[in-house]
C-alpha cells in the first residue's frame, strides 16, 4: 500500500482543524497528535457487528474524516502514520501489549498498534499514538526515553523497561492516574507492516473471544473531559479530575448520545447495547 493512495493531507488538516506549520518539527508534531485525539472519535462499531474494517487508505478518509465515525488502533494510527509521513516524519509501526487490568505482560498478545516517530534533527525518538482507547491515551507524542516523566497536554507518561524473555528490551509506558502510576502497555522496538496489522485487525475485529466484539467502547477527548461508553455505562472525567457516571439502556437514547456528544452516526438497524 502507498501512503498516498486514496489519501488527502488537506481534507484531514481541515477535518482536525489544523492551520499550523506543516513541517517535520516537534511542535507540528505534538499540534498535529493532540487536534487528531480531539477530532476523531475512538469507536468499535465495526468490530461490535464482527466485520473487520478496512484500512485502506481511501475508507480511512471515507470513513473517519468526511463521514460521521471513528476508529480503533490500526484505523487511527494508520491515518495519523500516513499524514505524519506526508509531512516529512519519519514513522516505524510497534506493536504493544495491552496490559491494563492484567499483572502479567505475557498474558495479553500483542494486537496494539503504537508508533515511533523521528523528527529531522532531533536525535530523540517519540512515542505517538492516538488510537488507544483509554483514560491513559497520549494526548501528544512524548520522548522514547527513560529516567523521567512527561507531561503532554495536561496528562502525566514515563517509560520503565520490564524484564521478558526476548532479546529486546521491553518498554512499558505508564500513565499517572487517580494519584498513582498505571502500566498501560508493552512493546519492543522491533517495526511491523502495514500487512502484520491487516491479520490482527482481522482477528480483534472477528473474534468472539475479542473484547471488541462482546460490547460498545467510544470515547472523546475534549479539552475540558474525556467522555467513555463502555456497553451502556457513561463516564465522564472533566479536566478538574471530577468522574460522574450513568446507565443507559434505551437503544434511542444510546444512538442519540452517539449523535450529539461523540460525533458519531451509528448504522441504521445496529444493535447498540448487548
Not at 12 to 31: F, I, N, Q, S, V
Not at 67 to 77: A, F, H, I, M, S
Request: proline share 6%; glycine share 10%.
Amino acid at each position: 500500500m502507498s501512503d498516498s493512495d486514496g489519501f488527502d493531507l488537506d481534507a484531514y488538516l481541515a477535518h482536525l482543524g489544523w492551520e499550523g506549520e506543516r513541517r517535520p518539527d516537534t511542535a507540528t508534531l505534538k499540534g498535529v497528535h493532540l487536534a487528531h485525539m480531539r477530532g476523531i472519535p475512538f469507536e468499535n462499531l465495526d468490530a461490535l457487528r464482527r466485520t473487520a474494517p478496512s484500512l485502506e487508505l481511501s475508507d480511512l478518509m471515507a470513513k473517519l474524516v468526511r463521514g460521521r465515525r471513528g476508529g480503533y488502533c490500526y484505523e487511527q494510527n494508520t491515518l495519523l502514520a500516513t499524514a505524519l509521513r506526508a509531512l516529512g516524519f519519519g514513522v516505524t509501526l510497534l506493536t504493544a501489549r495491552v496490559v491494563v487490568g492484567t499483572g502479567r505482560i505475557e498474558s495479553r498478545p500483542r494486537t496494539h498498534m503504537t508508533l515511533r516517530v523521528d523528527v529531522p534533527g532531533d536525535p530523540r525518538p517519540y512515542l505517538a499514538d492516538v488510537g488507544f482507547g483509554a483514560i491513559g491515551a497520549l494526548l501528544e507524542p512524548v520522548p522514547l526515553a527513560l529516567g523521567g516523566e512527561f507531561e503532554d497536554a495536561g496528562r502525566r507518561h514515563r517509560f520503565v523497561q520490564v524484564p521478558h524473555r526476548g532479546p529486546l528490551d521491553m518498554w512499558m509506558l505508564e500513565a499517572y492516574v487517580n494519584g498513582s502510576w498505571q502500566p498501560q502497555y508493552a512493546f519492543t522496538l522491533e517495526p511491523f507492516e502495514h500487512v502484520d496489522f491487516e491479520v490482527i485487525n482481522w482477528h480483534i475485529a472477528t473474534n468472539p473471544r475479542s473484547p471488541f466484539t462482546q460490547r460498545l467502547f467510544v470515547q472523546r477527548v475534549t479539552p475540558e473531559r474525556h467522555l467513555l461508553l463502555h456497553g451502556g455505562r457513561l463516564t465522564e472525567t472533566r479536566a478538574d479530575g471530577g468522574v460522574s457516571e450513568r446507565e443507559l439502556t434505551d437503544e434511542g437514547d444510546v444512538r442519540r448520545l452517539l449523535d450529539e456528544e461523540f460525533g458519531i452516526e451509528a448504522p441504521e438497524g445496529m444493535k447498540l447495547l448487548t
